[in-house]
């Protein structure tokens, strides 16, 4: 009964504002609005874009355990957990969780979460890295993004897209475009 109600309060609110609307523009023919700058206030500057920066780190594997989960048919399943270490713009280290597609071929796809502690552009906190990656041919390629309200310290309010290329369970070289809001 008290959604009835509300929905009833609702479409009633509605269709009071919209028969106000219509009558208005009889009352007054204004041009429609169709740009930005039009709707803010006087005296009101429009939101500029976050500054970006890019950071570049190698990436380094320190340990590496893959197990199993299913393998009743192929392709088979495996988790891997990884601790890796960054080293440049971004610097520190970080254990890594994957979900991994094994095929018969060797080639593999993966999703990962990390959540890195150090610095980033010379920033020291924590923030969390949701990834996608391809085997394929022992190498692989990734993109990642930075999980939104993962940042800490100071990099509370970080935002960022990038990856990773390298040699599978070895190395990369690494980018993040970065920003905070």
């Known amino acids: 009964m008290r959604s009835r109600l509300m929905a009833t309060v609702a479409i009633t ?38 500054a970006r920066a890019r950071a570049k780190a190698t990436i380094r594997v320190q340990s590496s355990e893959a197990e199993p989960y299913d393998q009743t048919t192929s392709p088979a399943l495996m988790e891997i957990h990884l601790r890796e270490t960054f080293t440049g ?9 994957a979900l991994q597609v094994m095929r018969d071929d060797h080639s593999a796809s993966l999703v990962s979460v990390q959540r890195f ?8 906190g924590r923030f969390v890295l949701q990834g996608s990656e391809v085997v394929k041919d022992g190498k692989i390629k990734a993109t990642w993004f930075v999980v939104p309200g993962s940042g800490t310290g100071d990099l509370s309010g970080l935002r960022g897209e990038g990856g990773f290329e390298g040699d599978f369970g070895k190395g990369s070289e690494g980018t993040l475009d970065y920003w905070f809001e």
Do not use: C, F, M, N
């Open 13 to 50: 609110s509605l269709g009071t504002w919209h028969a106000a609307s219509a009558q208005a523009g009889k009352d007054e023919r204004r041009a429609p609005v169709t740009d930005h700058a039009s709707l803010q206030g006087e005296g009101q500057k429009q939101a500029e874009p976050h």
């Open 89 to 97: 713009d971004i610097d520190g280290d970080s254990p890594v969780r």
């Open 117 to 124: 502690r150090g610095k980033l552009g010379g920033r020291e």
